[in-house]
């Protein structure tokens, strides 16, 4: 079975510019959730979203926005980048909404803002 | 606010030297610990979740366990392909997000 797949691997953007980053789930997994990793430290939260609803926030500014579609895959979207915006962006998925089962992440977009 | 400390921040080993790595947390209420390894350039590889104080689990050359406090991640006659960066994770009653430590960078050398 595939993986947690995430589009594109790499991405260079410019201050100010908008990205968008996509993510589509294990198949039968409903429940996706963003994080975002800068070098040398561990995954902090960004969204989750489970059965197309937003069902929880970290503390990122309102720049940081995203969605999820009827067959469960995800965008997260970044408006006016900052140079402090480069790292690795993780997507996860699990089912149940996450209580009881573990997240399965994918290999990330890498993001560079110069 | 929920905290996960990682130590050692890097760890040097020699193959078949075994050691153990340290998670240690603070979480309103703990619903799971989770341990996760991931390799360069790649995404977190879930490896555990352990619920409760004297829990623990095992995978190969990996055992898990788990107090009130913190969790150790020990590692058996280990060999050059575990050299990875280990992140520990906990989850707080009713939440579903996981907040990581900043992980244990792991090199074995042959």
């Known amino acids: 079975d595939a993986g947690v797949t995430q589009s594109p691997t790499h991405l260079i953007k410019t201050r100010g510019q908008h990205v968008t980053l996509r993510c589509s789930p294990i198949s039968g997994h409903k429940s996706v959730s963003w994080y975002q990793q800068v070098l040398g430290q561990g995954p902090q939260f960004i969204f989750q979203y489970y059965e197309k609803e937003e069902r929880g926030r970290g503390n990122f500014p309102d720049r940081f926005s995203a969605r999820q579609f009827p067959n469960y895959s995800s965008e997260l979207n970044v408006n006016a980048l900052l140079l402090g915006d480069s790292a690795l962006y993780l997507c996860?998925?699990?089912?149940?909404?996450?209580?009881?089962?573990?997240?399965?992440f994918g290999n990330g977009t890498r993001l560079t803002v110069t | 606010e929920d905290q996960v400390t990682q130590s050692p921040e890097a760890l040097r080993l020699q193959e078949g030297e075994s050691s153990s790595l340290n998670c240690s947390y603070t979480?309103?209420?703990?619903?799971?610990l989770f341990w996760y390894r991931q390799d360069p350039g790649k995404g977190p590889e879930f490896l555990f979740t352990l619920y409760s104080a004297g829990e623990e689990k095992e995978k190969e050359r990996l055992k898990a366990t788990l107090t009130k406090k913190e969790s150790f991640l020990h590692i058996t006659a280990p060999k050059p392909e575990d050299s990875a960066t280990y992140l520990c994770?906990?989850?707080?009653?009713?939440?579903?997000?996981?907040?990581f430590g900043k992980g244990t960078m792991l090199l074995v050398s042959p």
């Open positions: 994770a906990v989850q707080a009653v009713g939440y579903s997000t996981l907040t």
């Open positions: 979480v309103s209420g703990l619903r799971g």
């Open positions: 996860a998925s699990s089912s149940e909404g996450a209580y009881n089962s573990p997240l399965h």
